[in-house]
């Protein structure tokens, strides 16, 4: 399935996806994802850039897990965000993207 990117405030998708289903937060632990990328699908992702203030960009991730269980996984976007997992994710994106 093709990654569905929307435009929001990050507590509107936040919202929008727990009404949806997604209730686990996958930021604790953040490990597994790391571990196991072959294990989860990236459905939703929600991007939300700040006004003024670079340390306001943020991206929201709706993620389901091979098992099925739906939820998020919040991280800072901009240049000094450097996680692994953000990376990971990034790559499942890039990887499940349909032209």
Do not use: C
Not at 7 to 32: C, Q, T, W
Not at 56 to 64: F, H, K, L, S, T
Not at 68 to 92: R, T
Request: negative net charge; glycine residues 8%; hydrophobic residues 35%.
């Amino acid at each position: 399935m093709k990654p569905i990117y929307h435009y929001a405030s990050v507590s509107v998708a936040l919202e929008e996806l727990r009404k949806n289903g997604f209730i686990k937060d996958f930021n604790l632990p953040d490990e597994h994802i790391k571990t196991n990328p072959h294990l989860y699908k990236i459905l939703h992702i929600y991007r939300y850039e700040g006004n003024t203030d670079p340390g306001d960009e943020a991206v929201v991730y709706g993620i389901q897990s091979s098992s099925g269980e739906k939820g998020v996984f919040v991280a800072g976007y901009s240049a000094n965000s450097n996680s692994d997992v953000i990376q990971v994710l990034n790559e499942i994106s890039i990887k499940n993207r349909v032209l």
